[in-house]
């Protein structure tokens, strides 16, 4: 099988964890250590958030001041370099020698006219005083939300398109190669308004979790895994009669709603790959990997 | 033809600009207009160096001071992504619309043996009081020397040995995939010390023209280009009398003796290249990259 699995932000970087080097290494060495018996029976593509990475290379940014903050799609594609290098290497240790894996930048197609334009609300980088939001506001062209008692700059989050690297990916993929790929839901590019013609930068978020739909689709994978840090998608969360879904069809799930701050975006998602392609997605945890992925564990979403 | 182009430090940020995101760019943008009809004529590997891009990466680690200052072979895996995202970017907005392109991050292997580790010669990152590096130097093991009347840290320049993607590219070559790879001479990486047998990155510098070297060697090239702001290689440079050599074969270029920082190891991984294929390496100038690769501008160092 085809397997494609989007490594949710909690894989890498756990809330209230220090953001160091060390603590993003041990935790992609344990979610490699899931993935690996995955990757000897399956060809494997693996996504992955970059929400805390870009974060703090915002931060960066902000606390050096001899050069203008770089946009974000240029850090966007920093995460893809760091994140994607430290999966490849803890991924390469738990493989057969003879396996071959890559990681690819990714850039993925928006829409300018994508409606998400016209309502920010992907929070990202610092937070800021009411007199420096406006300040940079005014400067940079930025968004700016409350977020607490502070402001912090919110940019779109449009629908992902189409991946310019597809072609490779597959080629890729075909010779079983483990590709490492649409990082932090690929880099936003759209052509440019001027009628040039030529793609550039957009400072944007694409979710992770649709990238990856596209993705899968594009690849025609035989299943779409969704890892998160939960079992998988629960029915009155948080309640005493809360349940785990083990199984359900789109139109079932359409009948219930899930929180679009966590289980709602990646609901929508495999609900999409299902309908699109009649084969099989699944939401649940890393640990249970495998299990997820031969169907018996997490939540699957069946056509 | 298979082309191998390393591009040098200056065809992406010259020496004195201000190292904004956009200067980066039109500098790529200038870059890939010199490359787009190489490209047309040839399959076409591209690497790139990233001095001063890691350098400023480190000056930005160094102003945030919240989390530790990150490694430095996560850092070159930052500018891989940064730098091959720009490339491939503005090369795609100037080849024909169905030529297929990628950017792979690569891990380079240097031997923890090799003699450069015990002499480290590479300045990288900030410069500090000698204070500041004493206390550096004993919190992080780090190794600093003099810089004019500053101190800054140095690492080593190993050689390179294996590149741990290059199947990947070979496939991707073969489907006439324009690959940006290698840069910044690879991200370095050694089998740990400790017997495991595990991969992990190593804080130095591998060369970016021996790493290309390397890697055109490994993809069989016809052809390795080292593109730099110089028309090619000089006798007597900087004298009455200096003349471009146009044409020389190793031992020719062996009677003299080139400046260990400017073409001292251009011209040797040239002739490296060259003895152990028997095939043609050119140094020169990114404005005739055309010429150079058809053999009828810069230095051409044949068998």
Avoid at 28 to 55: D, F, K, M, W, Y
Avoid at 131 to 149: I, M, P, R, Y
Avoid at 211 to 233: H, I, K, N, Q
Wanted: charged share 20%; with cysteine.
């Amino acid at each position: 099988m085809l397997v494609v699995v989007a490594l949710g932000g909690n894989a890498l970087l756990q809330r209230g964890q220090a953001m160091t080097a060390e603590m993003q290494r041990m935790n992609i060495r344990t979610a490699c250590a899931a993935l690996a018996p995955v990757a000897e029976e399956h060809q494997l593509v693996i996504s992955h958030g970059n929400g805390p990475q870009v974060g703090l290379l915002a931060l960066k940014e902000q606390a050096y001041s001899d050069v203008d903050a770089y946009p974000l799609d240029i850090l966007d594609a920093q995460t893809e370099g760091m994140i994607g290098y430290m999966v490849e290497q803890e991924l390469g240790n738990v493989l057969p020698e003879d396996r071959p894996f890559a990681s690819l930048l990714t850039m993925i197609e928006v829409d300018p006219a994508d409606p998400a334009f016209a309502d920010p609300t992907k929070f990202v980088g610092p937070v800021y005083d009411k007199e420096q939001a406006d300040v940079l506001a005014g400067e940079k062209a930025w968004v700016f939300k409350q977020d607490g008692d502070k402001w912090r700059r919110v940019v779109a989050s449009p629908a992902p398109k189409r991946i310019f690297e597809i072609e490779p990916v597959k080629w890729l993929v075909e010779m079983n190669t483990v590709v490492v790929c649409a990082g932090g839901g690929g880099i936003p590019t759209a052509f440019a308004a001027d009628g040039s013609g030529a793609l550039e930068g957009v400072e944007a978020v694409i979710d992770k979790d649709w990238a990856s739909e596209l993705l899968a689709r594009d690849l025609g994978a035989d299943v779409y895994v969704m890892a998160t840090d939960t079992d998988g998608v629960y029915l009155d969360w948080g309640t005493p009669s809360q349940r785990l879904i083990d199984r359900a069809t789109p139109a079932e799930l359409a009948q219930h709603a899930f929180p679009a701050g966590s289980m709602g975006p990646k609901v929508d998602a495999a609900c999409h790959f299902v309908l699109k392609t009649g084969k099989r997605a699944a939401i649940g945890g890393l640990k249970d990997i495998l299990e997820i992925v031969a169907g018996t564990a997490g939540t699957q979403v069946v056509a």
